[in-house]
Nanobody, 117 residues
């Protein structure tokens, strides 16, 4: 069973930055589009970034220009660089597969991001 381990979250002030990491030991990592999702209290989980195996990226308008997703296929790690954070970015962030297959694997624990002054 594929497992993802997310890390790097924390409490940050508005305008601050965080870098999230998602690690997996599975060799399926290099095959799939990887994605970051987030879920705020009382809201549905939403996609915030995805990156294909070859490095093409995609973002919703809400984070475009502020978030950058990347991946290291040699280490089976995906990253999410988050700049100019806003209070509305507060959520638990998860990684999973993305693209046409969607979130196919079991969800990990996620990592909490809180943006507050």
């Amino acid at each position: 069973q594929v497992q993802f381990v997310e890390s790097g979250g924390g409490l940050v002030q508005p305008g601050g930055t965080l870098r999230l990491s998602c690690a997996t030991s599975s060799n399926i990592f290099v095959v799939y589009t990887m994605a970051w999702y987030r879920q705020a209290p009382g809201k549905q989980r939403e996609l915030v970034a995805q990156v294909t195996p070859k490095g093409a990226t995609n973002y919703p308008d809400s984070v475009k220009g502020r978030f950058t997703i990347s991946r290291d296929n040699a280490k089976n790690i995906a990253y999410l660089q988050m700049n100019d954070l806003k209070p509305e970015d507060t959520a638990v962030y998860y990684c999973n597969t993305g693209g046409s297959v969607g979130a196919r694997m079991v969800w990990g624990q996620g990592t909490q991001v809180t943006v507050s002054s």
